[in-house]
C-alpha cells in the first residue's frame, strides 16, 4: 500500500477519534515502526496538520478539529488501488462501521481521477464470504491499542464445539479477504488464531489492568512460520507433486515466501 493510503486512513481514524498510533498503523497496514512515524512526520511537517499525541489514551489526535486534508495527487494506480482497498473494507464490515467509510469515499472521489473502472463495476467485482458482527473489528482494534483483555464465545469448526475464551489481542489482520486476530488465549496458554467471523460474542474487559504482551513475540515471525494462517509446534519442510493439468493453477500462485516450484517431466510440478 502506498504512503497517499496511509495518510488517508489515518487522517480518517483521528477524526473518528481513535486516537490511532505507529503500532496500529504498522499493525493495520503491516509496515516496520520507522515506516509508522515516517507517516506521522509526513502529516505534520508536510501536510501541515495539527497533529498530537495525548499521553493517556496513547495516541493521536488533531489540536484543531477544523484542520482539512489538503488534496494529495495521486496517480491513476494509486487511485484505483486505493478505491478498491475502500470497497473490500466496505464489503466486509458491518453496515454500522462501513458508515464512516462510506463518507471517506465520497471525500475523496473529487480527487480521484478518472479511471476505466466505475465505482460499480470494481464493488461488482469484489466479494467476501463473511460479514462481521457491528462493532467486532473496531472493538478489537481498540482492546490491540489499550492491551485490554478480551472474553469471547468462539466457534470452533474443527470441533464443532463453542467455547469461552479470555484473550489478549495482539494484532488484526486480513488474510485473503477474511479478517483474523492473533491473541495470547489463556485458556490454551498459547499464541492462537481467531476468524473473526466465528466470534459469537465478545467482551472487553474495560476495568481491568492492561495485560503485558509476551516477551520476544513478533508478529511478523509468527507469519513467516506458518503456511497461510496454518501454524504448529514445529517447522516442517513440504513437497508437494502436482499433475500438469493441475500445474496450470498451481504455478500462478505463490503460499510462501520460501517456496520453490521444480518442473516436472510430463508437465507437471513440485512445489516445495
Not at 14 to 35: F, K
Not at 79 to 91: D, G, I
Not at 184 to 202: K, N, P, V
Not at 233 to 255: G, K, M, N, T
Request: proline share 3%; hydrophobic share 35%.
Amino acid at each position: 500500500m502506498s504512503q497517499t493510503e496511509r495518510i488517508y486512513w489515518l487522517d480518517a481514524e483521528i477524526r473518528g477519534g481513535r486516537y490511532p498510533n505507529a503500532e496500529t498503523l504498522r499493525s493495520r497496514w503491516e509496515v516496520s515502526r520507522r515506516t509508522a512515524f515516517g507517516d506521522s512526520k509526513f502529516l505534520k511537517e508536510r501536510l501541515k496538520a495539527p497533529l498530537m499525541f495525548d499521553k493517556r489514551r496513547r495516541g493521536w489526535f488533531y489540536s484543531d478539529a477544523t484542520y482539512s486534508l489538503p488534496y494529495l495527487a495521486l496517480s491513476e494506480s494509486e487511485a484505483n488501488t486505493l478505491c478498491k482497498t475502500l470497497l473490500v473494507a466496505q464489503e466486509y464490515l458491518s453496515p454500522t462501521d462501513s458508515e464512516p467509510l462510506r463518507q471517506v469515499v465520497e471525500k475523496l472521489q473529487t480527487y480521484l481521477p478518472k479511471t476505466s473502472h466505475s465505482h460499480s463495476e470494481m464493488r461488482g467485482s469484489i466479494h467476501l464470504a463473511h460479514a462481521l458482527s457491528s462493532g467486532l473489528a473496531t472493538d478489537c482494534e481498540q482492546a490491540i491499542q489499550w492491551r485490554k483483555r478480551v472474553e469471547i464465545l468462539y466457534y470452533s469448526g474443527r470441533r464443532d464445539a463453542t467455547t469461552e475464551r479470555v484473550i489478549h489481542p495482539y494484532a488484526l489482520l486480513m488474510w485473503r479477504g477474511e479478517p483474523h486476530l492473533i491473541a495470547w488465549c489463556e485458556w490454551r496458554q498459547d499464541i492462537r488464531q481467531f476468524f473473526l467471523g466465528r466470534i459469537r460474542q465478545w467482551r472487553v474487559l474495560e476495568q481491568e489492568r492492561a495485560f503485558a504482551r509476551q516477551e520476544g513475540f513478533d508478529v511478523e515471525e509468527y507469519l513467516r512460520r506458518g503456511l497461510d494462517m496454518l501454524h504448529g509446534a514445529e517447522l516442517v519442510r513440504v513437497r508437494v507433486r502436482f499433475s500438469a493439468y493441475q500445474a496450470r493453477w498451481i504455478r500462478e500462485r505463490r503460499y510462501h515466501e520460501s517456496q520453490t516450484i521444480e518442473e516436472l517431466e510430463g508437465g507437471g510440478s513440485s512445489v516445495f
